[in-house]
Every structure is written in structure tokens, then in C-alpha cells.
């Protein structure tokens, strides 16, 4: 766990193009496995599993199982540490979207050029 | 450049531990090649020339040359989007910090448990 810097293990835990949609659909409402995997189109139940179990080893996802019902039901939600984490990802998104636009600004000018 | 959201086309531009670094770097104040190295310890010259090209390439980075002088020099700074992008990642920095410290208490409880 050498961290440089803040930024280092803050990009460590969203790696990957998964982690960050699956904070987003956990952010809304606790999920079960099959409606979180709903939010993620293209997202297979091994990769959904696996990146789970990255993010509840990073303490940002919390795994709850209820037994009070024949077959147990396992539910997922963000901890807080999650919930800061989505937060703290607001002014990166809007950045990205500025980015969006500038691109297709771009591409709209290249193609009237 | 298909992006779902604007995290995503943000996330695409951080991607890999250097461009956080030379983003910092870079914010400092404009500087050469060489003083951008200094600044990365660890990073090899080829791996740098690639990031600073693909950061240009994603207008967060300018690339500037100067022939005022017998040899032109070339001096990198960040573009407005650049900047925009530094002050975005604030946020972020802020909860990996908050990540380190959260755990090295749980690595100092469990040598003491």
C-alpha cells in the first residue's frame, strides 16, 4: 500500500471502467447482485462479482446477507467511506462532461471545415 | 469516443499512475522536459514523452517552442482544461487521504490486536 499521495490511492480503488458506474447504480439505492448487474449493460456476473470483492476489500461496498427468508438474500450498499468517495467524484464528472462537449464541438467544426 | 459519462471520459484521461503526477507538476508552473522528470522519480524518458503526447493529444496539456535561443527549447504547461482538470481531482485527493490514514489505523489496531 505505498501511497505517493492522496490522488494515488484514490485512483488505485476506481480503476478500471466498472468501479465507478457500480458506485454510481449503489449510490441511488442498496442493490441486490442481479439489479446492480440491470444498471451495467455489457457487464458479465464474473466481472460484477469480482469487482464487488475489490471494492468491499477497499471498504467503499458493504455486503449484507438476510437469512429472514428461506433462501438468504445478500444485498449491496455503499459505506460511507463509498458515499464520500461518489461525492468527491462530482467535480471530476462535470469535468468530463465539459469534455464531451468540447470533443463533439471539435469534431461538429472539423466536419463543416 | 464513445463515452457512457462524463466520469468515464474523465477516468480515460487519468488513466495510469503518471498523468495525476505530471497534471501536478505541470500546475506548479510550466516547465521543460527535464525539470518535468526530475519531478517524477521512477519515470524512464520514453514513458514521459508518451504521457506528455497523449495528455497534448487530449488538450490538457500545451506544448510550446521557443527559438529564441541557438537550440529551441521546449516548455510544457497546462492548458485552461488542464487546470480545470487539477482543481477537479482536489476533491478526490482529499478522500485518498482519508483512505491512507483510515488504513494505517486498521494496520496499527491489527499489529496491536
Not at 23 to 49: C, D, M, N, Q, Y
Not at 61 to 74: F, G, I, K, L, S
Request: glycine share 8%; aromatic share 6%; charged share 30%.
Amino acid at each position: 500500500m505505498p501511497y505517493q499521495c492522496g490522488l494515488d490511492a484514490a485512483v488505485d480503488v476506481i480503476d478500471g471502467k466498472w468501479k465507478v458506474l457500480i458506485l454510481w447504480a449503489l449510490h441511488e439505492r442498496p442493490r441486490r447482485f442481479g439489479a446492480t448487474r440491470r444498471e451495467l449493460p455489457g457487464i458479465s456476473e464474473k466481472v460484477l462479482a469480482q469487482q464487488l470483492r475489490e471494492m468491499e476489500a477497499d471498504l467503499i461496498v458493504h455486503r449484507e446477507v438476510y437469512e429472514d427468508t428461506a433462501v438468504p438474500r445478500v444485498e449491496y450498499s455503499l459505506t460511507e467511506l463509498g458515499r464520500e468517495l461518489h461525492d468527491a467524484l462530482g467535480p471530476l464528472g462535470a469535468w468530463g462532461n465539459r469534455r464531451i462537449r468540447m470533443l463533439q464541438e471539435l469534431e461538429e467544426s472539423s466536419l463543416a471545415g
